[in-house]
């Protein structure tokens, strides 16, 4: 989630505003992505940009947001709510996302949004066996591309290690 190479990115917006483009992001948060998801709010309130969801990822369920450790959820759960209590976000259900004058509050309602989604979810029975699965996929993954998850998510060491990575 979190956007390291905004340049592209910044040259889109850059003609937004003498073209009246209309720019968004698509996002589809999982097991990794989701804990940085505060950068990329951050980045849409700063840039006054939408992202329209394209859902949360279900498949492949190993990489389900509902199977983060606990420890991590509640990180992220803790970045979610220092940015509505900097922006002063509440939930104004706006039905008309693409609004130019209604972006700050759509990004709040999206914001909102993802913490009830953080704080409500419910582990899954089979999260044990869908953990070991996502060391398998990551395995399996790594060996063709000879990097390593822990590379860009050191903060999952504990967790990916606890379940035989």
Do not use: W
């Not at 910044?10 to 003498?18: G, I």
């Not at 939408?50 to 190993?62: G, H, Q, R, V, Y």
């Not at 706006?94 to 953080?118: A, C, E, K, P, Q």
Request: glycine share 2%; aromatic share 10%; proline share 3%.
């Amino acid at each position: 989630m979190c956007i390291r190479d905004r340049s592209n990115i910044d040259k889109f917006l850059a003609l937004r505003s003498s073209t009246g483009l209309y720019i968004s992001l698509r996002i589809t948060p999982n097991i990794f992505t989701i804990s940085e998801i505060d950068q990329l709010f951050e980045y849409m309130i700063e840039k006054n940009v939408i992202a329209e969801s394209c859902n949360i990822l279900f498949k492949p369920e190993c990489l389900r947001v509902e199977l983060l450790p606990q420890d991590i959820r509640q990180q992220t759960i803790d970045k979610i709510e220092k940015l509505i209590v900097k922006y002063k976000l509440i939930k104004s259900d706006t039905i008309n996302i693409r609004r130019s004058d209604l972006i700050f509050n759509v990004i709040g309602d999206m914001v909102i949004d993802y913490h009830r989604m953080l704080t409500t979810y419910i582990v899954p029975y089979n999260a044990d066996v869908l953990r070991q699965q996502l060391v398998t996929f990551l395995k399996s993954f790594e060996s063709l591309r000879n990097n390593s998850i822990l590379d860009y998510a050191p903060h999952y060491t504990e967790f990916l290690r606890h379940h035989g990575y």
